[in-house]
C-alpha cells in the first residue's frame, strides 16, 4: 500500500465512542456525555500517549442534521485542524451507530444517496484526510435496530433487517466513490463485530445460521455474495430483488483495512433450557425458544482475537486491524483485555495474516453501553482517561498504551495475569465445553501481592474478598499477624511478602468510646497508619489507607470537598485527621480515601443492617440526627482498587453520591427490603441534624446511592446471597 501501512511493527491506534443514538425521537450524543465535544484539547492528551492514528467522529446527524447545504463545519473544523498539527491521522467516521438526520432512517430508500452526498462534502471540506469508515458496524448496528428493536426504527423482522444491512452496506460503497472522486488516494477501513455464535446440539442450525450472517456485510461490500450462498437465499426470501443483489458483486470491492471491533461479549451461546438463565436473555427463532447469552459465560474455548484477524485475513486478503478494543471492568482487566489483544495481533501476525493495528478504543470512556445504549442510567465506563472529575485523568490504561506505542516491555505486571473471561469466575452458567481455561502466560512472572490489614474488620475483610474476585492477590493480615503501630512487626510483614501495595483497613473505630481512649485511638490510627507510610517508603509499595467524614466539624448545608480544612469536634476525628497529615507528609505517593456510613452485604455491624433486622423483628430502631453520605461497601473497594492501581496519591472523597439523614436512609432502605419502618425513631442532636456529607472536586466515582440501595435491598431480602462474593463482581459492559 502506498500509505505507508506496510506490514511494518504492529502499531496501536484510538478512538472516541462518538455514537449519536436514537432511541423513538429521543437523541444520546456520546461526545456530550464524555464531554468531548466541549474539549479540543482531548487530541493533545491522545497524542500525548503516542498513538498517531484516531478513529475519529464527522458524523452526519452532528454536522448536516438539517442537509449538507446547512452544514455546521465548526465543530470538525477546530478538531480536524488541531489533529492536523499534532500529526494525527485521522479516520473519519461518518455514520456511527447511527441513523442519520432525524428525516431519514436506516429503512429510508434514499439513505445511501444522501450519505453520498454527505460524504463528498467532507471530502471536499478535508481534502488532505485520506482514511474513512463511512458506516460503523452496518451488520451490528442492523441487528440492534431491525431484529432487536432496541435502536431507531426499533423494527424486529427479517425484512427490516436485511434492509437496513443492505442500506448501509450501498451507502458505504457510495460514499467512498464520491470521496474518491474527490480524494483518489482515500482508503476505506471497514468495521464490523464478527463475533461467533456457540450452541447446545439442539440448536446447532441456529448457530450455523448465525456464523454464516455474521459475514453478510463484509461479503456484500467485497461484492463476494454469489447466488449459491445461504445468506444469497436469504436476502431472497426476505423480498431483495435479484437485481439488487447483483449490483453489490458488479460494485463491490475489498476495503484497504477490514477492521475487527471485537469484545468480551461478542461470542454468544444459544440454549433452550432456558430456567437456567434471566428472562431479558430469552427469545427464539418461531421453531425454538433459546436463551441468548454471551459465550464467554458459558464455553470454555470461544475464538479470541488472533483466530477472528485469522479467519477474516484468510477469509478476504485483505489487511485487518483490530478497530476497538475496550471493556467495561476494573482497571486491572481493562489492562489484561488489551494487553490480551495486542498479544493476539502478534500472534496472528506471526501465523501470516497481515494484521495492521490494535485500536484502543473508548480512550474518553463510555455511558451506559452495559444497557445497549437503551437505559439513560448514566452508567460510566472509564477509558485510558476518565471524565468524572473537572479534567479528564489519565488511568492506568493510559499508562499501558503508552508502552505498548513506544513498543516497551514494562508494563504493570497486574495486566499480565489472566482476565476474569480466563478464570472459572466467568462461568454463570457453564462450562460446557471442554479447553484451555487460560492461555500460557509462561516467562512473564506473577505480580507481587497486596498487603491487606485489618482482615477481621468489616473493610478489611472486604479488600480481601473483593480483591480475590478481581483476580488480584492480596494477603489479609489480622492484628495478631500484623501490629501496624508496631515498627518490627510493619517491617517484618513487609519484608517477608513483599507487597507491591498496602491496603491498611485497620484502625480504631469505636467513636464513642474513643472519647475515654485517646491514647489507644491514637495509637492505632495515626501511629500505625504512619508507620505504614514509612515502611511503604523504604520498601517502594504504594499505600491506601482511609480517614472519615468525621475530620470535618459538621454544618447546616453543603457538602465538604478534599481540600477544605479540617476541624474534628471528637477524639476518632482528631485522630483520623492527624493521620491524614502524618501520612501525606512521611509519603508523598500515598493515597488517602475519606468516606462515611458504611453500609454492605456481608456484615451485621453497620447501622444500615442493625436498624433493619431491629425493625424487621418488630422492634424500635433509634438513629443519630444527621446528615451523612453512605457508602457501599463493594462500591468503595472497587473504586480505592482502581485508584490505587492508577497510581493516584492524595485525599480523594469516595461515597455514593447522595447526602441523606440516617432516617431517610434507613426509611428507603425499609422501603426496598419490605421491612415496615413504624418504629424508626431519631434521636435528635443538641443543635438539630448536622451534615459531614462528602462531596469531590476530584471525581465522583461511585454510583448514586438509589443504585447502591438497591443492589443492597435485593441481597437483604436473600439472607442466603449475603454470603456469596459474586454480587460485588463488575458487570463487565456489553460493548458493540
Known amino acids: 500500500m502506498s500509505d505507508g501501512w506496510g506490514l511494518g511493527p504492529l502499531e496501536l491506534w484510538g478512538g472516541v465512542e462518538c455514537t449519536v443514538n436514537r432511541l423513538g425521537d429521543t437523541y444520546r450524543d456520546q461526545l456530550v456525555l464524555t464531554g468531548h465535544d466541549r474539549r479540543v484539547e482531548d487530541l493533545d492528551r491522545f497524542a500525548a500517549l503516542g498513538i498517531r492514528t484516531l478513529r475519529y467522529p464527522v458524523l452526519w446527524e452532528r454536522t448536516a442534521p438539517d442537509g449538507v447545504a446547512g452544514a455546521d463545519w465548526r465543530w470538525p473544523d477546530a478538531r480536524l485542524t488541531r489533529a492536523r498539527e499534532l500529526g494525527l491521522r485521522p479516520i473519519v467516521g461518518l455514520v456511527h451507530h447511527g441513523s442519520g438526520p432525524s428525516d431519514t432512517s436506516l429503512l429510508d430508500e434514499a439513505f445511501p444517496e444522501r450519505l453520498a452526498e454527505y460524504a463528498r462534502a467532507v471530502a471536499e471540506r478535508y481534502p488532505w484526510v485520506t482514511h474513512y469508515t463511512p458506516v460503523n458496524e452496518p451488520l451490528t448496528t442492523a441487528r440492534f ?84 450462498d445461504r445468506m444469497w437465499r436469504y ?45 431479558e436473555s430469552w427469545g427464539g427463532n418461531g421453531r425454538h425458544q433459546y436463551a441468548d447469552v454471551a459465550a464467554v459465560r458459558v464455553v470454555e474455548d470461544a475464538v479470541g482475537p488472533a483466530e477472528l484477524l485469522g479467519e477474516v485475513w484468510y477469509r478476504y486478503g485483505a489487511p485487518v486491524a483490530i478497530t476497538e478494543a475496550h471493556i467495561g471492568c476494573t482497571r486491572e482487566e481493562q489492562l489484561r483485555w488489551l494487553l490480551e489483544v495486542w498479544r493476539g495481533a502478534q500472534r496472528a501476525r506471526a501465523r501470516g495474516a497481515d494484521v495492521r493495528a490494535v485500536t484502543v478504543w473508548a480512550l474518553l470512556g463510555a455511558y451506559d453501553w452495559d444497557s445497549l445504549l437503551a437505559v439513560p442510567a448514566g452508567h460510566y465506563e472509564p477509558g485510558a482517561f476518565d471524565v468524572r472529575g473537572p479534567h479528564p485523568r489519565p488511568t492506568a490504561l493510559a499508562s499501558l498504551v503508552s508502552e505498548l ?35 500460557s502466560f509462561s516467562g512473564l512472572g506473577g505480580p507481587r501481592l497486596i498487603l491487606v490489614t485489618g482482615a477481621s474488620g468489616s473493610l478489611g475483610s ?17 492484628r495478631a499477624e500484623l501490629d501496624i503501630a508496631d515498627p518490627a512487626s510493619v517491617e517484618a510483614a513487609l519484608a517477608a511478602y513483599r507487597p507491591w501495595a498496602v491496603v491498611n483497613a485497620a484502625g480504631y473505630v469505636r ?54 480544612p479540617v476541624g474534628p469536634r471528637t477524639v476518632y476525628g482528631a485522630s483520623k485527621a492527624e493521620a491524614e497529615r502524618r501520612v501525606v507528609e512521611l509519603l508523598a505517593s500515598a493515597l488517602v480515601i475519606r468516606t462515611s456510613a458504611f453500609f454492605g452485604p456481608w456484615d451485621t455491624f453497620n447501622l444500615l443492617t442493625r436498624g433493619l433486622e431491629a425493625l424487621q423483628r418488630g422492634e424500635a430502631y433509634t438513629v443519630p440526627a444527621a446528615v451523612v453520605s453512605p457508602t457501599y461497601v463493594p462500591d468503595l473497594v472497587n473504586a480505592t482498587l482502581d485508584l490505587l492501581i492508577d497510581g493516584e496519591r492524595g485525599v480523594w472523597h469516595l461515597a455514593n453520591v447522595g447526602a441523606v439523614s440516617w432516617r431517610e436512609l434507613l426509611t428507603r432502605g425499609a422501603a426496598l427490603a419490605g421491612v415496615n419502618p413504624a418504629k424508626l425513631r431519631e434521636a435528635p442532636g443538641p443543635t438539630g441534624p448536622r451534615s459531614t456529607a462528602l462531596g469531590s ?40
Open 145 to 228: 435496530s431491525g431484529i432487536y428493536g432496541i435502536w431507531y426504527p426499533h423494527r424486529r423482522d427479517d425484512r427490516a433487517f436485511v434492509q437496513m444491512v443492505l442500506n448501509q452496506c450501498r451507502a458505504s460503497i457510495l460514499a467512498m466513490r464520491a470521496i474518491r472522486e474527490v480524494v483518489p488516494e482515500a482508503r476505506w477501513v471497514q468495521t464490523e463485530d464478527l463475533g461467533r455464535t456457540y450452541s447446545t446440539p439442539l440448536l446447532a442450525y441456529q448457530a450455523d445460521f448465525d456464523n454464516d450472517r455474521r459475514w453478510l456485510s463484509l461479503d456484500l461490500l467485497t461484492g463476494r455474495l454469489a447466488p449459491d
Open 235 to 279: 436476502l431472497r426470501d426476505h423480498g431483495i430483488a435479484e437485481s439488487t443483489l447483483a449490483w453489490f458483486v458488479a460494485n463491490g470491492q475489498a476495503p484497504d483495512v477490514i477492521g475487527i471491533n471485537h469484545y468480551v461479549t461478542s461470542n454468544r451461546y444459544l440454549d433452550s433450557a432456558l430456567h437456567g438463565y434471566p428472562e
Open 405 to 439: 506505542a513506544r513498543e516497551e516491555t514494562t508494563m504493570e505486571p497486574l495486566a499480565q495475569m489472566p482476565g476474569w473471561w480466563r478464570r472459572s469466575v466467568r462461568f454463570t452458567y457453564g462450562p460446557r465445553r471442554s479447553g484451555p481455561t487460560h492461555p
Open 462 to 478: 472486604a479488600v480481601g474478598r473483593i480483591a480475590a474476585l478481581r483476580g488480584l492477590e492480596a494477603r489479609p493480615l489480622t
Open 511 to 564: 467513636v464513642a468510646d474513643a472519647e475515654r481512649e485517646r491514647e489507644r485511638c491514637f495509637r492505632e490510627n495515626v501511629d500505625g497508619a504512619a508507620e505504614l507510610a514509612r515502611a511503604c517508603g523504604r520498601h517502594g509499595a504504594r499505600l491506601v489507607t482511609f480517614s472519615t467524614d468525621l475530620v470535618f466539624p459538621g454544618r447546616e448545608h453543603g457538602e465538604y470537598v478534599e481540600s477544605d
Open 697 to 736: 472536586e476530584r471525581g465522583l466515582l461511585l454510583p448514586p446511592l438509589d443504585d447502591a440501595l438497591a443492589r443492597y435491598a435485593s441481597r437483604f431480602r436473600d439472607p442466603a446471597a449475603r454470603a456469596r462474593p459474586g454480587a460485588s463482581a463488575p458487570r463487565p459492559a456489553a460493548g458493540a
